[in-house]
């Protein structure tokens, strides 16, 4: 497997485009069985790491993706995880490498959305999803929302990091597109909803989520109605926050849209 692993190697370092992305399919295939040995994966994830710091930016979005699945097999050595997150969270400083997108912030969110990880590693993956949330691209922001909406649904984390990411969230609610925002809402829902989260962040998501019901697209509208019922019932809701939403969501019956 080691002689497979190596040779595939030399394809994706190679100056085929095409040979080194079949090379990279390839190592993704041989990285995800649950039999092959962790040295060989180690292996396979610094290959990848090296064809993304100097390949073409097809073969780097390739690299990326292939990493971002191979960290979030729950089978994976602790070790190798580590080095594909610090692997990725250098590349996404970079993102002109890769062409259009932001690949390797997405590969983090799809480790950081698997559970599989917390503490340093999981606030290394906060921060770069977060900092594509304000990119220049709609489709970064989009996705990046949506991934630190799906971080925030593992329910990882301490205190802190759920501020982090409740912060950047209710920036995106300002965002100019529809899409971003209803993944914010959804986000800051899930968070809210946490049964440890402390009653004095809970109350800022209910204003935020309040606030929202005002908000120019029905469709977020609608989100932020229902995420204001979800967590209101929580524990952690005082009566004070509950009669702030149920305000909220009362204007919210005179809305022009049905649905809302």
């Known amino acids: 497997r080691r002689v497979v ?11 085929s485009s095409r040979m080194a992305l079949a090379a990279a399919r ?26 993304m710091s100097h390949g073409e930016p097809p073969v780097c979005r390739a690299a990326a993706y ?10 994976i050595d602790s070790n190798v995880r580590s080095f594909i997150i610090k692997a990725l969270a250098q590349a996404a400083d970079d993102p002109a490498r890769f062409g259009p997108g932001f690949p390797a912030a997405r590969a983090l969110g799809t480790i950081g959305t698997a559970g599989t990880v917390d503490g340093d ?8 999803l977060a900092q594509g949330c304000h990119d220049l691209h709609l489709d970064v922001r989009r996705s990046s929302a949506q991934d630190l909406a799906n971080v925030c649904a593992g329910r990882r984390g301490g205190g802190r990091l759920r501020e982090v990411m409740s912060r950047h969230l209710t920036r995106s609610l300002h965002d100019c597109d529809p899409d971003v925002r209803i993944a914010a809402v959804l986000g800051l829902e899930t968070i809210g909803s946490t049964k440890v989260v402390d009653a004095g962040m ?11 019901l005002d908000d120019g697209s029905a469709a977020v509208r609608r989100r932020s ?9 929580t524990a952690a809701v005082q009566s004070k926050v509950r009669e702030l939403a149920l305000n909220g969501t009362m204007h919210a019956l005179s809305d022009s849209d049905a649905e809302v």
């Not at 692993?5 to 100056?15: E, I, K, T, W």
């Not at 590693?121 to 770069?128: D, F, G, T």
């Not at 809970?202 to 929202?212: D, K, P, Q, S, Y």
């Open 5 to 15: 692993v190596d040779a595939l190697a030399r394809a994706l370092s190679g100056q």
């Open 26 to 51: 390839a190592l993704e295939a041989i990285g995800s069985l649950h039999s092959v040995e962790q040295d060989t994966r180690e292996a396979i994830a610094r290959e990848l790491a090296q064809a």
């Open 66 to 75: 292939v990493l971002g699945q191979l960290g979030a097999i729950r089978a």
């Open 121 to 128: 590693l999981l606030e290394i993956i906060i921060e770069k």
């Open 202 to 212: 809970c109350e800022v998501i209910v204003e935020t989520l309040a606030g929202a």
């Open 225 to 233: 109605a229902e995420a204001l019922g979800v967590v209101c019932t």
